[in-house]
């Protein structure tokens, strides 16, 4: 018998099946060892020593498989087949290497690139070793990513007092999403005009020519620059004839795109699906770790963390015979069409991302499917399929227009595009066909060259230029691959990275910077400008790409960037704050000091008139004060973004009005720990912050009033007598009563709650016991009762990440995990490392019994007390 270790336990189950009884199949849950995040993990001046650790519930893993190692044959390592599944592969061996149970038996390393059970027998019987070099990219990234972090980071929070962190791979990306802010903010708009005409020819067919040339010039987009100038052409061609110079047909061929990489997998899902990275990743993930298909569990795609744009030649005759089925001989080739990776850094030689069977069509399978799966599945089968079928054959006809008005002149022309074969088409649209211009899209009617053509009508209108788009996840993920920038497999966890530590806002899907996000760019551009250029990193990836081939020694890579970047470093802690400030003012000049439409200086204060505005650092961040602090209060937040809560006032303040029964004045304002409303003035004004959800662009003086009468009193409870009040805490909405607090669902509940509601809410509060009132997550999915008893087993959405739950024993997914893809068998996995056995909601033993267990335990407890603990080793 051979112990097999995976990654899930869910492909660990449906490999099992495949094996059968001659293997043991477990499951490591992902990575098994990490370094600590403490300095010292990584030690330069001891030759780049790494000290490793491993958490309780790895622990646990890892001591299963060493206890099914014992009575084994041998060793098969079955990770997935890229850098990450290799370093796993390797940690696990270095720890059972170091727990002393391989002894002289054999260890193997298969990779299989899909989970169907002849990937997975291929791959046993062609087992490897370790990749060496892969394994030693892996440590190098590993180590530089902990260096720049560990190393930089605290520069950050010394300086910039509120940021976060910085990431070598992050502070990048970040880099890209600040800079076009920055571009869009120098925009300056130009007016411009489009001329089209109207026309029809002999047979009364109509169409639309655009004006193209006047007077013997050619004209670009921009040219026509004012009311003026257009109406002058409009004239001139409403009194204008207008005849068919020349019409033009030609037949173009438009070739389909490779399969799916894992980036261009995640563009499309965004742009046709509006999923993010993330959701895109872990919906492949259950496609890649299988469904159950007519009572068997089988993977339908091929691995998703791919460079690669090739399919295996079985995979390529597969999907020809599925063409010539569903579509027909003639959207077949000749012969198979190959294709070879154009980014920048392609790394490791895996397929594109592809069906495993091409006979399972999106619609014979969407019934094992949930709505996600269906969806991504049907894409990935569409673009596979597209791939190897015949190019589509277009007609593009150009009609070149004549316009006379006595001796004015003109020329215009009229463009379509006529399908004359699909090919391709027929299976999947490309992007760049659905982007494609307008007038390419309209089919034009007959048109004969040197016929009249009677004019309908002269169309003039205005447009302007407008800035470049910010960056969805899609474009940016583009824009990150185009510059060799991350490698698929970082490009969501990146993302989510940014946006966790407020670097970034998504609003309707695209990136904006937030202003925490601007300030560490700048700072970062300013003193460590090497650290986040694009070609620096992209260079780096270059270098850890040639170590993963075996071409440069990992820690010699180390070494040059270290002895750089620690100098560098060095030099940025002799910086005084306000040398950084000085620097930050000038780079952020327009976020930070927007020009004013009164004309007055951006940097003069507003409230006192003779002190200048400068950026300020405080415990929670930065923002914006008078030099004659504290003689001049003023203050505001950091920029106008909505998305922040945020929004300049002029003066700092702005009133909305006065209090009908004191008469005293309701000022909007902003704080350095962000807006407020405030009634009166001095030690006794009354004070309130703004709800989440709330920005300052919205309250008025109903709003401010309603706030300030805060806490409401909503009434008095039957049974206690006591009173019940809404208010808006530290923690958010809540109700009061006889000392105890329930959480409310909103702000607007406070406002609206009545007596009925709110004796029900803290009822249920009360059944709940202890806490802030959080109500029980409601189930995401139901798995089944625990064989044990006690009740349902459940996966939840909790405040800390998902996890499942029974009776009162409540487990964490392992990070990555998709709480849809929880099985029973993993959920009772995690639930007994949780030590869930005795809490599993079953009725108690006999008290006897319970007296016979004790002394037991008190022994157990006592020998395993005397074991010395274990200690982190080094790699």
Known sequence: MDVVVVESPAKAKTINKYLGKNYTVLASFGHVRDLPAKDGSVLPDDDFAMTWSVDSASSKRLTEIASALKSADGLILATDPDREGEAISWHVLEVLRQKKV?????????????????????????????????????????ALDYLVGFTLSPVLWRKLPGTRSAGRVQSVALRLVCDREAEIERFIREEYWNIAANLNTPRGDGFEARLTGFEGKKLQRLDIKNEAQANDIKAMLEGATFKAASVEAKPTKRNPGPPFTTSTLQQAASSRMGFGASRTMQVAQRLYEGVDIGGETTGLITYMRTDGVQMAPEAISAARATIAKEFGDKYLPEK???????????????????????????????QYLDADQARLYELIWKRAIASQMQPAEIERTTVEIEAKN????????????????????????????EDSPDEEDGRLPDIRANEALAREAILA??????????????????????????????????????????????????????????????FLESFFDRYVEYDFTAALEEKLDEI????????????????????????????????????????????????????????????????????????????????????????????????????????????????????????????????????????????????????????????????????????????????????????????????????????????????????????????????????????????????????????????????????????????????????????????????????????????????????????????????????????
């Open 102 to 142: 391989l002894k002289d038996k054999p260890v193997k390393r298969v990779v299989f690139n899909a989970i169907t059970k002849q990937a997975v027998l291929e791959a046993i019987a062609n087992p490897r070793d370790i990749d060496g070099p892969l394994v030693e990219a892996y440590l190098a990234r590993r």
């Open 336 to 366: 198979p069409r190959q294709y070879s990776a154009k980014a920048k850094n392609a790394q490791e030689a895996h397929e594109a991302v592809r069906p495993t069977d091409f006979s399972r069509t999106p619609a014979s399978v969407r």
């Open 406 to 433: 006595g001796s004015r002149e003109a020329a215009l022309r009229a463009v379509g595009s006529v399908i004359r074969f699909d090919g391709f088409i027929a299976a999947y649209t490309d992007q760049r066909d």
């Open 461 to 522: 209108t205005q447009h302007s230029t407008e800035p470049p788009p910010r960056y969805s996840e899609a474009s940016l993920i583009k824009k990150m691959e185009e510059l060799g920038i991350g490698r698929p497999s970082t490009y969501a966890s990146t993302l989510k990275t940014l946006e966790d530590r407020e670097y970034i806002t998504i609003d309707k899907r695209k990136l904006m910077p937030h202003s925490k996000g601007r300030i560490v760019t700048a």
């Open 548 to 875: 993963s081939d075996g071409k440069l020694a990992w820690k010699d890579v180390l070494r040059d960037f270290w002895r750089d970047f620690s100098a560098a470093v060095d030099d940025i802690k002799e910086l005084r704050v306000t040398d950084v400030l000085d620097a930050l003012n000038e780079d952020l000049a327009p976020l930070v000091f927007p020009e004013r439409e009164d004309g007055s200086h951006p940097r003069s204060c507003p409230k006192c008139g003779n002190g200048q505005l400068s950026l300020k650092l405080g415990k929670f961040g930065a923002f914006v004060g008078c030099s004659n602090y504290p003689e001049c209060s003023y203050t505001k937040q950091l920029g106008d973004n909505p998305a922040e809560g945020g929004g300049a006032m002029e003066g700092g303040d702005r009133v909305l009005g006065k209090d009908p029964y004191t008469s005293e004045e309701i000022t909007l304002k902003n704080g350095r720990f962000g807006p407020y409303v405030q009634r009166g003035d001095g030690k006794e004004a009354k004070r309130s912050s703004l709800p989440k959800g709330w920005t300052p662009d919205q309250i008025d003086h109903e709003k401010a009033l309603a706030l300030l009468a805060l806490p409401r009193d909503v009434g008095k409870h039957p049974e206690s007598g006591k009173m019940i009040s809404a208010g808006l805490g530290r923690y958010g909405p809540f109700l009061l009563h006889d000392g105890s607090y329930a959480n409310l669902e909103s702000i607007e509940d406070v406002f609206s709650i009545g007596i009925n509601r709110a004796v029900s809410v803290i009822a249920e509060k009360q059944t709940k016991g202890p806490g802030r009132g959080r109500a029980t997550p409601a189930a995401l999915k139901e798995l089944g009762e625990h064989p044990d008893g006690g009740g349902a087993i459940t996966v939840r959405e909790g405040r800390f990440g998902p996890y499942v739950n029974h009776g009162k024993v409540n487990a964490t997914l392992p990070k990555g995990k998709d709480p849809a893809s929880v099985t029973l068998e993993d959920a009772l996995a995690l639930i007994a490392a949780k030590g869930g056995a005795a809490s599993t909601g079953r009725k108690k033993a006999p008290a006897r019994k319970a007296a016979a267990d004790k002394a037991p335990a008190k022994a157990a407890k006592k020998t395993a007390a005397k074991k010395p603990a274990a200690k982190a080793k080094k790699a």
